[in-house]
């Protein structure tokens, strides 16, 4: 019992000594009250009317879209493949227009396939309507269709035409090289 009043003693001697430093106590704030103020009144602020206002934005947006229509998409979205019969419809009807088709074999769990998917589609924006671009999860096909069209390694990107493979690039590299080496590929089947 005699250290209780001992260490208040230090405890305010330290305190002291920590108020005259730079350091020290703060003084308690003073306690806040929320106080209720009269509601505030709104001006009304008149605009002209909307037509005039609208009529710029109108012929800005209509701009952007004539502009997006002559430079054509930023990327499309590659279609993918399920089946067997669904890749037979594909080619018939690449083959009817006479299109060249390009297939991307890869793997939801292949970590390049997944990074070079993006830039395939931007890859595709590029090509369009001319080429079409499709994609093929190999682990969601049967394997009958993986070696039907002779896919070995992972991503696997084909060009077909006529309804017969006629080149293929191996994606085991950086994604740039795998992109200029698939444009040329395209340029030349076209």
Sequence with gaps: MATAPAHAAAVTAGQAALSNGR?????????LGF??????R???ISLP??????????????????????????????????GEQQLDR???????????IVL?????????????????EKLAAEYHPRVRFYCIDVNAVPQKLVNRAGVTKMPS???WSDSQKQAEVI???????????????IEQEE
Excluded at 55 to 64: D, G, I, Q, S, W
Excluded at 65 to 80: D, I, R, T
Excluded at 104 to 120: E, G, H, Q, T, V
Excluded at 171 to 185: A, E, N, Q, T
């Design 171 to 185: 994606g085991g590299h950086k994604s740039w090289l795998v992109i200029d080496d698939v444009r040329k590929m």
């Design 42 to 44: 709104w001006a009304a």
């Design 157 to 159: 990107i084909q060009l």
């Design 35 to 40: 106080v209720s103020k009269p509601p505030v």
């Design 23 to 31: 350091v020290g106590t703060r003084p308690t704030p003073p306690r």
């Design 104 to 120: 991307l074999w890869m793997a939801s769990w292949c970590r390049k396939c997944i990074y070079l998917k993006p830039k395939l």
């Design 90 to 100: 594909a080619l018939a009807e690449a083959q009817q227009l006479d299109l060249p």
């Design 49 to 82: 009317p909307g037509p005039r206002r609208a009529a710029p934005a109108a012929a800005a947006a209509k701009e952007r879209v004539m502009e997006e229509e002559e430079e054509g998409p930023a990327w499309v979205e590659l279609e993918p493949i399920a």
